[in-house]
């Protein structure tokens, strides 16, 4: 199958999840015998370097484009004045989309799959000064016989939503109050528009199938899970890896640390807290507390996260899953999150592989739980595993998907 991925930044290097996400889903793609061309965005932001790309990434052909996608103070406030979304609007590049349409006639493609909501503003030959985002060259598209996928990561609307709930600032909360809002209406418009959805979590695909129009597929991302683990897990230390540019994972720390962080340190007063990712240099002040270590963006994730422990995921926004986590429990780490923060993971409370707490009581319970048994922390870092070796098998979840897009083909 020759099949054209469309995404709106590169998947290098593996430092968040949504990196993470679309870099497997390539991988995958491309082992199991297709040939994928990724066209995207390089932003300003994420700018990988060409030698990068084609070291890291060989197994598929990148073309990337050039963007400067950051937030400028002044286009957000005038996106106030129009009825469009300034979270889309932003990836929306008029030269990007005419090399796109060119490829497209050039190449044979036989699928074209979107990735993630941001990728679609890449299609639209124009945006009108009201910020509507026209979906023409999609319907173009189809109307060739070119079946368009959208591969979503999450239901974007609802995590600013959510943000907007929990932020502080009431100036901001009311910019993310409007935003979620646009977004919201545009995010629908945009699933409508395509022949089929993928969803990478149950809660997700349960809200695309509210839709008339698009097949839904759940694909759960898949991780390189070994065979077997040798759990070792660091006494006194618990930690967190995640990237700080973005809302949630602050506002998750944020909340940690104010009002779980005290409990667990009073009852256990050698414990220490690691903090790693990218970005967290700008919120550096959050981490000046006893027994809390900053260790900025690591060069080896994995190794962070066998080295410190159990991993602690405090969400209180997000939608679809957090990638993080899967690779945490792969390598036989034990866990403890939020609701919010393994929604959409097949996990049932037979399976025992991973603390669900909500609040800060809970929270501190959980971790006190496992701090003080060590047996039972070693035994839920083993159900983990063996969850993620059953539901996050790349070959297996690649199988289902491509026989999905072959009837889609049809």
Request: charged share 20%; glycine share 4%; hydrophobic share 40%.
């Amino acid at each position: 199958m020759n099949i054209l991925v469309v995404g709106n930044r590169i998947p290098w290097p593996l430092h968040d999840g949504g990196a993470l996400a679309t870099y497997r889903m390539l991988e995958s793609l491309s082992l199991a015998g297709n040939t994928v061309t990724y066209f995207s965005y390089n932003t300003r932001k994420h700018h990988v370097p060409k030698s990068s790309i084609e070291e890291n990434i060989s197994f598929c052909e990148v073309i990337p484009f050039d963007l400067n996608a950051e937030i400028r103070p002044w286009d957000a406030f005038k996106n106030l004045f129009s009825k469009g979304s300034y979270f889309l609007e932003r990836y929306f590049n008029e030269e990007a989309s005419v090399y796109l349409s060119a490829l497209i006639e050039e190449r044979n493609f036989d699928l074209i799959q979107i990735e993630g909501l941001y990728s679609f503003p890449i299609f639209a030959k124009s945006i009108s000064f009201w910020g509507e985002i026209y979906t023409s060259s999609l319907k173009d598209h189809q109307n060739n016989g070119l079946p368009l996928v959208y591969r979503a990561h999450n239901v974007e609307h609802e995590i600013w939503s959510r943000l907007a709930q929990n932020e502080s600032n009431w100036l901001k909360r009311a910019y993310l109050r409007i935003q979620s809002k646009r977004l919201k209406k545009e995010e629908e418009s945009l699933i409508e528009s395509v022949d089929a959805v993928v969803g990478i979590s149950q809660n997700d695909c349960a809200f695309f199938e509210k839709f008339k129009t698009p097949r839904v597929h759940m694909f759960l991302p898949s991780v390189k899970t070994p065979l077997k683990v040798d759990i070792k897990i660091q006494p006194e230390s618990i930690f967190h890896i995640g990237s700080m540019e973005w809302d949630a994972n602050v506002q998750g720390i944020q909340w940690f640390l104010s009002k779980v962080w005290p409990k667990v340190k009073s009852a256990h007063p050698n414990l220490s807290f690691h903090v790693a990712g990218k970005g967290i240099s700008k919120h550096e002040n959050l981490f000046f507390q006893t027994g809390v270590h900053n260790h900025g963006e690591v060069p080896n994730a994995q190794e962070f996260m066998r080295n410190y422990g159990i991993s602690i995921i405090p969400l209180l926004a997000g939608s679809g899953i957090r990638m993080k986590i899967i690779e945490a429990m792969s390598l036989g780490v034990p866990c403890v999150a939020t609701d919010i923060a393994v929604q959409g993971l097949p996990i049932s409370k037979q399976d025992d592989c991973i603390a669900i707490a909500n609040d800060a009581e809970q929270f501190a319970e959980a971790l006190n739980d496992l701090l003080n048994n060590r047996k039972k922390a070693i035994q839920m870092a083993k159900n983990a595993h063996q969850y993620c070796l059953k539901q996050h098998s790349a070959v297996k979840n690649m199988e289902a998907l491509l026989s999905f897009y072959n009837q889609l083909m049809r």
